[in-house]
Each structure stands twice: as C-alpha cells, then as structure tokens.
C-alpha cells in the first residue's frame, strides 16, 4: 500500500512543503539552502530538486533572486511545482522536468547547488527501498555532477554542495583545475565527533585558495537538541557561514 502525500514545514513555519512516500527531506537541504547568497535579479538552479526543500528555502532566503529546479523524476517534479505555487513562489521558481546533467540553460547561472545521490556504487550499502533508489543512488558519478553544474555557472558563478564527509578527496578532486576558492565547512553530528556531512563551495575560474570553515556542530551531546545557532539556521533565522562568502 502507497502512502499518501505528507505535508512538513521548514524554516520556522515559513515554508510548507509537500513530500511524496519514499525520501524525506531532513536538515541537509535546509543547510545547503543557507549557504547560499544570492543578491535581487541573479539566477540559481539546483540539480535532483526533488519536491523542493532546498530550491524553495533558497528562494524564500533570497528574495528576489530566480531560482530552476531541474528535476528527472516526473512525480517529484509535479510535487516541487505543487510546493512552489502553494508558498507563493511561482514568480521567481520554476521547475524543469528533465535530467539536470545534460540540461542547458538559457543563459549562463550565477550559482548552482545540489544535494546528490551519496552513493553512486550499488555496491557500497545495503539496498534501499525501491522508492528511495533514485534519492541515494545515481550510477552517473559525483564527479558528473560537479563538471555539469560548473559548465552551466558563469565564470565568477559558485558551486555549492552538501555530500559525505568521506567523499571530500572525491569533491576536490572534481572540481581540480576548473574552480578555486574552494571553502569546506563541516558539519559534525555532535561536538567532539568526526564530521558527518561537508558542504563545499567553489567559485568557477578562480585562483583564490582553499579554505577549511570552523566545524558547524548539530548536537552538543548525544540526544540533545540542536545547538542554538543550528537551531536558527533551521528556522531562517541565520545562515552557514559559507552564505558570507
């Protein structure tokens, strides 16, 4: 039996956001959301929106900027429209229903984000529920996407992205020779543990060096609330430090 669609709120109420059975947003968009900075009339696009979490944060982030989810999954893809006419958002989101690593946009964009697929080896974990495939496994590779999103950002655009802390070799060596200013903030599940998460931003053509972020911490203990400036991050109250960059 199918679950039905579930309604959640983000950011302190602010946005409502529709989420088919299967994946469901938690933090990681929220984050990526708030490590943006885009300024009025700039153009943002991210990759696999999903039903929007991330896209639709960073539009409500960042008023007067344009934002394009490109999403493959035509189910996700009707819900993130769904989402972006029940906030209100139509005037500065649209959604295309296609695959993001081969879409080409009508002008080069100022900023290009995604949370992708962490795995992209079947291999590496234990299969996941059909209806969570797509959201954690994706054959084409990380290091396709970061090419992808690089070529669709204007030179002086940023690459932003959230993926496994055990995946930065990985990052840095896709984005070797094509982008600098490569910043890395890492996110750590409670103070004292290994980063979990990084979030890594990169600007296109660019010889500024790499930069490692004091640690974001979620937790101070194991079962504790989040840490009061996470807290704030989560409502739409504060924004990463990489969104000052």
Request: hydrophobic letters at 45%; proline letters at 6%; glycine letters at 10%.
């Amino acid at each position: 039996m199918t679950a039905e669609p579930a309604a959640a709120s983000f950011l302190g109420g602010k946005l409502t956001l529709t989420q088919a059975d299967g994946y469901r947003a938690a933090i990681d968009p929220i984050l990526l959301a708030a490590s943006l900075a885009l300024k009025p009339g700039q153009h943002g696009a991210e990759f696999g929106c999903n039903a929007g979490a991330a896209l639709l944060s960073a539009a409500l982030l960042n008023p007067g900027a344009h934002l394009t989810g490109v999403e493959l999954d035509g189910a996700a893809a009707a819900l993130a429209r769904a989402n972006t006419s029940a906030n209100e958002l139509e005037s500065r989101v649209s959604i295309v229903e296609c695959d993001a690593l081969s879409w080409k946009p009508e002008a080069q964009l100022d900023a290009v984000f995604f949370n992708p697929p962490f795995f992209d080896d079947p291999n590496a974990l234990r299969a996941p529920s059909p209806n969570k495939r797509e959201a954690w496994i994706n054959e084409a590779g990380l290091k396709t996407w970061i090419t992808a999103g690089l070529k669709r950002l204007r030179e002086g655009g940023r690459l932003t992205l959230i993926q496994r802390a055990d995946r930065l070799g990985d990052i840095l060596d896709a984005l070797s020779g094509r982008a600098g200013g490569v910043t890395i903030l890492p996110v750590h599940p409670r103070a004292g543990d290994p980063a979990k998460r990084v979030i890594v931003s990169a600007i296109k053509v660019s010889k500024a060096p790499l930069r490692v972020l004091p640690g974001l911490v979620l937790h101070a203990r194991q079962g504790g609330a989040y840490m009061a400036e996470v807290g704030a991050i989560l409502r739409g109250e504060a924004r990463t430090a990489l969104a000052a960059l």
